[in-house]
T-cell receptor, first 111, second 109 residues
């Protein structure tokens, strides 16, 4: 079974803080993705990575950056958290067949 | 455009069939997916259909694909209260998935 884990289920941060969201997958997948999910908007792609040290912008990269130093780990970084980044963050991974497997999500509240 | 469209809500009675509909945009999508999200959880892959198929059945789930109309549907037979969740359809586009807004299925006893 594919296992994708995220470092926190719930996180509360203050405006201006630097926030790290970690994602780890154990299936040696090449591709990893970060989404945010907001009511009525579905899932929107923030960043993705096709290989170690590679990153590509998704549809809404502003205010975020990512890091992929190891194949199994993909980190999402909020350089200076803002209240409009309060959301559910979902990580996913996939191999060549494009089927994505998701982690349990991190619900972030920025005060 | 790149919008995948779904209706936002569906309410059914326990034991009835549920049909969740989706229209997608890219006729070259290789796979089309259905994901299920229970409250407070991540997305769970429910089923998928390869684009050269018209139908796929998996126990209580039936996926129908109409490529001409770019219409995908998910039928859940004998719907149970445990099927209450948000259901997302998704199409592939350049190695990425494009998701619909999700359909919230409410199953009443």
């Amino acid at each position: 079974d594919v296992k994708v884990t995220q470092s926190s289920r719930y996180l509360v941060k203050r405006t201006g803080e630097k926030v790290f969201l970690e994602c780890v997958q154990d299936m040696d997948h090449e591709n990893m993705f970060w989404y945010r999910q907001d009511p009525g908007l579905g899932l929107r792609l923030i960043y993705f990575s096709y290989d170690v040290k590679m990153k590509e912008k998704g549809d809404i990269p502003e205010g975020y950056s990512v890091s992929r130093e190891k194949k199994e780990r993909f980190s999402l970084i909020l350089e200076s958290a803002s209240t409009n980044q309060t959301s559910m963050y979902l990580c996913a991974s996939s191999s060549g067949d494009e089927t994505q497997y998701f982690g349990p999500g991190t619900r972030l509240l920025v005060l | 455009g790149e919008d995948v469209e779904q209706s936002l809500f569906l309410s059914v009675r326990e034991g009835d069939s549920s049909v969740i509909n989706c229209t997608y945009t890219d006729s070259s999508s290789t796979y089309l997916y259905w994901y299920k999200q229970e409250p407070g959880a991540g997305l769970q892959l429910l089923t998928y259909i390869f684009s050269n198929m018209d139908m796929k059945q998996d126990q209580r789930l039936t996926v129908l694909l109409n490529k001409k109309d770019k219409h995908l549907s998910l039928r859940i037979a004998d719907t149970q209260t445990g099927d209450s969740a948000i259901y997302f359809c998704a199409e592939t586009l350049g190695g990425k998935l494009i998701f619909g807004q999700g359909t919230e299925l409410s199953v009443k006893p």
